[in-house]
């Protein structure tokens, strides 16, 4: 096991990739209702589902399970191409796309905006694996090629149709065409305060393309049809559960020590590697025991609070949370988002009085607080208190956003956290010092 900690980067993320698939597959095939394993994956291929859309309601488990694992094998053989380097932007956009399998993501509707980047690397003449990272972020409109494909500009779904073949693949080059392009201008926007920096170029993107094909023309959103009371805790748990602690095992079998990873843990998180910081195995000690504090965190809500539903989506918001594990995110510095939505949450609570819908435990707060997390820098930078402060702003914003989507952009609590960093940042930087800043100011 030792031996893994020599290992290039793109090799273990690689292997790392692999075996999340293989996590999937085993899954699938271990759900008690695996007997209707294809037909729940045939159901998910041809459906039509804004974001946030339990999977487990139309696929089943195993069907969920099964569909996802095909995802994560073709974006694994994505960085298979020639000229593809995994690093950690591609752990961000691979645990991005595994935890949206289970509410939007499938392997017919991820590929019109794969086309689109193949479409840019013929134009400029690159390897296509050199885009392979800008591939992963343009599943983030896999619910709008899906409702092209098999919807719009209907009221009810109609099936395939060659016309919504001809939307959802010019959409699609579109969209594929632009990313690359734009991937590199995002981080000046936020200044490397949001981890999930493609959510600023597809949150731009979808809002043009819903005012365009939507809006422009009269086109009615699709309804959200599908139950999100599809629910299964013990298969929440024990899949995420099992994960984790492997995660944890095998990084102790490396030789990861609990010093290392709390050197990590010290991190501010803005603009950092940790495998090029700290080596394989403190990296994937920080999946294990970060995925595993996001799964206690929500069953803690649901001790306290209740009301949480162990749907695909929340089984979805973990992995997605848990997206930033390379990227600079870490417990010690996402608890002050969590703690922000908790003061946001129980203060409008005690405002507006017992009818304020917006607890911890309700699913559209318990998705804003998954991509929260991408601001964990400003709380690893600033402090805590700053953190929380950029978590209550989010809280109130992420509610907001949809409307200039319309449901439609997966990345719509990153691209909130985006817009944040934008007005807050540079409050922050006026008036504020970092943390390192203090500390010197102190020694002198």
């Known amino acids: 096991m030792k031996r893994l900690n020599q290992c290039s980067k793109h090799d273990f993320i690689r292997l790392f990739f692999a075996l999340i698939t293989l996590a999937m597959f085993v899954a699938a095939v271990l759900c008690p209702d695996r007997a209707e394993m294809l037909t729940g994956t045939k159901a998910l291929l041809t459906s039509t589902c804004k974001a946030a859309t339990n999977a487990f309601a139309i696929g089943g488990f195993a069907g969920t399970f099964f569909s996802g694992a095909l995802v994560c094998l073709a974006c694994t053989l994505l960085f298979c ?259 922000g939505y908790a003061i946001a949450s129980f203060g409008m609570r005690a405002l507006m009085g017992p009818e304020y819908a917006w607890l911890l435990s309700n699913q559209t707060i318990v998705i804003g607080l998954c991509f929260c997390s991408a601001l964990s820098p400003i709380a690893g930078t600033y402090g805590w208190f700053w953190g929380a402060v950029a978590a209550i702003l989010h809280f109130f914003l992420v509610r907001c956003v949809p409307d200039l989507h319309g449901g439609f952009l997966l990345y719509n609590g990153g691209f909130t956290a985006c817009l944040v960093c934008v007005t807050f940042i540079p409050v922050l930087e006026h008036f504020c010092k970092t943390k390192a800043e203090r500390s010197e100011a102190k020694k002198n």
């Open 81 to 339: 191409l020639p000229g593809a380097k995994a690093g950690a932007p591609s752990v961000l956009g691979f645990l991005l796309t595994m935890g949206f399998i289970f509410w939007g993501i499938t392997i017919v509707n991820m590929w019109f905006g794969i086309l689109g980047v193949l479409l840019y690397c013929l134009v400029k003449k690159e390897a296509p694996g050199k885009q392979a990272n800008a591939m992963l972020f343009t599943t983030a409109l896999c619910p709008l090629y899906a409702d092209l494909l098999f919807r719009y500009p209907n009221a009810d779904p109609q099936g395939f149709t060659w016309v919504g073949l001809a939307y959802a693949v010019v959409v699609g080059l579109v969209v594929g065409f632009l990313v690359p392009a734009s991937l590199s201008h995002s981080p000046k926007t936020h200044k490397g305060f949001s981890l999930y920096s493609a959510a600023m170029t597809l949150g731009m993107i979808s809002f043009f393309l819903y005012a365009i094909l939507f809006v422009g023309k009269g086109v009615a959103k699709p309804s959200d049809s599908f139950s999100n009371d599809v629910v299964s805790r013990g298969i929440y748990n024990i899949f995420a559960i099992a994960v984790f602690g492997i995660c944890v095992i095998v990084s102790l079998l490396m030789g990861t020590k609990p010093k290392d990873y709390w050197k990590l843990m010290k991190h501010s998180g803005h603009g950092v590697d940790f495998i090029d910081a700290f080596g394989n195995g403190v990296f994937l000690m920080n999946v294990g025991i970060y995925g595993l504090f996001i799964v206690a965190y929500y069953n803690l809500i649901n001790l306290v609070g209740g009301g949480v539903k162990y749907n695909a989506v929340a089984l979805g918001c973990v992995f997605c949370m848990l997206a930033g594990c390379c990227s600079g995110s870490h417990p010690r510095n996402v608890w002050p988002s969590m703690l």
